[in-house]
């Protein structure tokens, strides 16, 4: 397996937990916007390994994604 996919199903597996949470409290809201946060996040991560863009801020999306999930576990 090659680390884009690796880094994809992370990604990914993430992202369900963090849905399923939130339609387990009945946020539907924001699991609408984790799902398209989600979408955003893959597109971005293959488009950054491909080389065709570089997201803003710097980093990588999974760098920031962990560091979205310390701030939201944080709160």
Do not use: F, K
């Amino acid at each position: 397996m090659n680390r884009l996919h690796e880094e994809l199903d992370t990604l990914h597996e993430w992202y369900v937990e963090a849905i399923n949470n939130a339609i387990a409290h009945d946020d539907l809201a924001l699991a609408t916007e984790m799902a398209a946060e989600h979408e955003r996040d893959v597109l971005l991560l293959v488009a950054d390994r491909d080389g065709s863009r570089r997201p803003a801020g710097g980093g990588n999306p999974l760098r920031q994604l962990a560091a979205h999930v310390a701030a939201l576990r944080a709160a």
